[in-house]
């Protein structure tokens, strides 16, 4: 794998085994149809993705309103006050995300979507090859993601979900309980599992 920027420049959420998961993924399903991420925040997994992508001369969707999850925002977990906008009182990750992929040379590989995920997802037709969702942890985000989503995975393709912890001492519930759903649904098969990185193969039914 090639990544044309140093990956520990950008700010992120995401291992690298996981991220070269992605690159992978996004690579080997690229004939499938374009992949699309929900939850961008600075492109760390976008790069990985777009980079996999380029290979094939494929396309990354990356879906994200930019202004952060409840873990990001003021007096939180995860906050960081270099992505705060004080003059409007908002988080703005869109900024260092479009940074990240001019730095790359990716921008051509990357559609950048700023909307809420369902939103973004309301017209959507296109089959994807590969589907990664990483957006908003809590129960009712990760269910609108599943749902928005999980149907337009091509045949073939797949769908990986971030943050997997099987058990609850390690983590919110919320990503592995689409992740059983999936499976759940007799749509999806269990393909891969690398690190929290829970990837999922459609059924060609
Ligand atoms: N994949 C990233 C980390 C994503 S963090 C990485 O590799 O580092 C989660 C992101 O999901 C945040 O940027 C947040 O703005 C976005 N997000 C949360 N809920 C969302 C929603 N409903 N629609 C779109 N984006 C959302
Ligand atoms: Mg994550």
Redesign the pocket.
Known sequence: MHLPIDIDT?????APEE?EALYQLARDTAALGPAL??????????L?LAAGAAEQGGLVYA????????E?QPGEEYHDQALYRDEDGV?D?FTEFRRTLRRAGLEQHVVPIV??????ARHWQTPLGLV?I????SEA?AQ??YRAWAPQVAPGGVLAI?DIFPDPADGGQAPYNIYQRALASGLFEASAMVGTLGCLRRLDL
């Open positions: 950008v700010k992120g959420f995401l991220g991420e929900i939850g961008s925040y600075c492109g760390k997994s976008t990985y879906v994200d309103h930019h202004q952060g999850s409840e990001h988080m990750s909307a809420p995920s369902a939103r973004a990664f990483d957006g908003g942890h985000a609108t993601d971030h």
